[in-house]
């Protein structure tokens, strides 16, 4: 099969300190290739005039986008406006200024939450706009789906090399435990080791619990887009998933046991659920060769250990 990366391909990962970015920097780093990154202190992505100049000073051979703004449920919900800002100007910025410097490869990393809130189950790529999407990441996934366009736009008027992955609910080393904004895995664990740490006799959790998610772990993400950059050529997405999923009572459950938490577990349903379902269908990934290697309950146990350490490493205020 053609390989479209040098193999010591010189590569700027854009969001390099974010869960995705940074994974995607080590796994790019031991397959020999020299990582680029600018910090933001020192390079704002929103800025287009400062992201395109730092592109054509340095000439990569190829960009990986994974910078972004982030959040759950909560964050989406109170600042719509910056989820929906910030991401269109950090993509407008890296992606016009690859092309102006003559960037030959570009992955830029979207989310799940681009397909339609009741699209069938496990989702195609071709679902994309094909029904409403999720109220409470909106403007988020709006963002997104402009990035996949602007994309394919490159691709149909200039011939570039850009492709776009899209992954499911990622975790992982680096995740964001901030309860104010981070997603429902590591507020979960969180959650259960403060409960388990406090003594309560019962945590309760946003929603119904029934709502079904796919988590990978960001390394296997990491494999995928490595994969991707040096065998994928093509106009559409490429969704980015373990092709399973669970339901949230059932992660609960799972990170109760890997914490240790001996409480009950209540449910407050007058809190969002989201999307009813949300599971990749992954087969065009698959078709390439790639299958995911981190076992779930794995991978939170490897997550949670490394954060409690940090946890007891940090020095008391």
Not at 11 to 32: E, K, M, N, Y
Not at 61 to 77: E, K, Q, T, W
Not at 275 to 297: E, H, Y
């Amino acid at each position: 099969m053609t390989e479209l990366l040098p193999s010591r391909a010189r590569i700027f990962v854009a969001g390099h300190r974010g869960l995705v970015g940074s994974a995607v920097a080590r796994r790019l780093t031991a397959d020999g290739h020299t990582v680029l990154t600018r910090p933001r202190t020192e390079l704002d992505l929103r800025d287009a005039a400062a992201t395109a100049g730092y592109l054509r000073q340095t000439r990569p051979d190829a960009v990986v986008l994974a910078a972004a703004r982030v959040g759950g449920i909560m964050a989406n919900a109170t600042y719509p406006v910056q989820f929906l800002e910030d991401n269109l100007r950090i993509q407008l910025s890296v992606v016009a200024g690859a092309h102006e410097a003559g960037v030959p490869r570009l992955l830029f990393l979207g989310s799940s939450c681009i397909y339609p809130r009741l699209a069938p189950q496990p989702i195609r790529e071709d679902a994309l706009l094909t029904g409403p999407l999720e109220p409470t990441n909106e403007a988020y996934a709006l963002a997104k789906i402009a990035g996949i366009v602007q994309v394919q736009s490159y691709r149909r008027q200039y011939g570039a090399g850009y492709i776009s992955a899209m992954p499911t609910n990622l975790y992982g080393p680096g995740d964001n435990f901030d309860l104010a904004t981070s997603h429902v895995l590591p507020a979960l664990i969180r959650r259960f080791h403060e409960a388990a740490r406090d003594g309560l006799p019962e945590l309760v959790l946003w929603g119904s619990g029934t709502p079904r998610r796919e988590f990978l772990h960001v390394d296997d993400l990491a494999d995928a887009c490595a994969l991707l950059l040096r065998r994928y050529d093509g106009d559409e997405p490429v969704n980015v998933g373990c092709g399973e999923d669970l339901t949230i009572r059932e992660l609960a459950e799972t990170v109760r046991e890997v914490v240790g938490y001996r409480g009950a577990i209540g449910w407050d349903t007058t809190k969002p659920d989201g999307t009813p379902r949300k599971l990749l269908d992954v087969s065009r990934l698959q078709s390439l060769g790639w299958r995911p290697r981190i076992a779930l309950r794995e991978g939170i146990a490897a997550v949670y250990e490394e954060w409690r350490s940090q946890q007891e490493a940090a020095p008391v205020a």
